[in-house]
């Protein structure tokens, strides 16, 4: 590949990335809608997204979870695992015996998505739970992340 090539190409990467807002504004719109979101019995954006009323780039289902990449991705990898029927389950602290079938489910889903995303080398699972959780769909889900190196403390 030519010089002059790799200049342009490498422009264009850069004009897009300057176009990008900066970290803290996109932390800190996520930590606003966490904030401002509140339980509802009306359909999630999930729920539409399960129900194909919203269009989502699916990595993995079957008959009681979906995957699905995150549409504000904070690493390569970003993948949201949810259930498909919510049944009372909006966060994690909602949770009740009656869920632990499910709750393993997504857990192990993570792990097989993990693999077929090729994560071999890490990731980390993260479940948000309440507004200081900064959940803002209520409808449990986790992330799958990975890709790059993680830091700790998380947040």
Avoid at 18 to 39: D, F, G, N, Q, R
Avoid at 68 to 80: G, K, N, S, V, W
Avoid at 110 to 138: H, M, T, W
Wanted: charged share 25%.
């Amino acid at each position: 590949m030519s010089d002059d090539i790799k200049k342009s190409r490498l422009s264009v990467l850069s004009s897009h990335l300057t176009h990008l807002p900066p970290k803290s504004s996109v932390m800190a719109s996520e930590k606003e809608a966490a904030l401002a979101a509140a339980p509802s019995d009306s359909p999630t954006i999930f729920d539409k997204i399960i129900n194909k009323e919203i269009p989502a780039t699916v990595v993995y289902e079957d008959d009681k979870v979906l995957a699905f990449r995150d549409i504000a991705p904070q690493a390569p990898t970003h993948i949201l695992i949810i259930p498909k029927k919510r049944d009372g389950l909006t966060g994690l602290s909602k949770a009740e015996e009656r869920h632990t079938e499910i709750l393993g489910h997504l857990l192990y889903t993570a792990k097989l998505v993990a693999k077929q995303e090729g994560l071999e080398d890490g990731f980390r699972i993260v479940i948000n739970d309440g507004p200081q959780g900064c959940q803002s769909v209520y409808h449990i889900h986790v992330h799958l992340i990975g890709g790059r190196q993680m830091n700790w403390p998380p947040g």
